[in-house]
């Protein structure tokens, strides 16, 4: 499998976009060349600053199909 590194900078412009891309093309990637995917979205929605895990794992849980893809942490 081929392992890309990406960076997208926080004030770049439409940096959601792009995150969701990249977000999105791995996952297709890895969905074939894998037979299990687990996402483990790591932080606590109790302490400011530390959510942004769990909220990944919500917006993925609710905006994507990932019927082969185990998403732990929302």
Known sequence: ?????AY???N???AKDKISR???IALKEAVNNFSE????CI???RATGDS???????????NFD???IKIYGI
């Open 66 to 68: 990932l019927c082969c």
């Open 8 to 10: 997208v900078y926080v």
């Open 37 to 40: 995917i687990c996402i483990l």
């Open 52 to 62: 942004l895990g769990p909220i990944v794992g919500q917006m993925l849980h609710k």
């Open 12 to 14: 770049e412009h439409r």
């Open 22 to 24: 990249i977000i999105n």
């Open 1 to 5: 499998m081929k392992c890309t590194e």
């Open 43 to 45: 932080g606590s929605d």
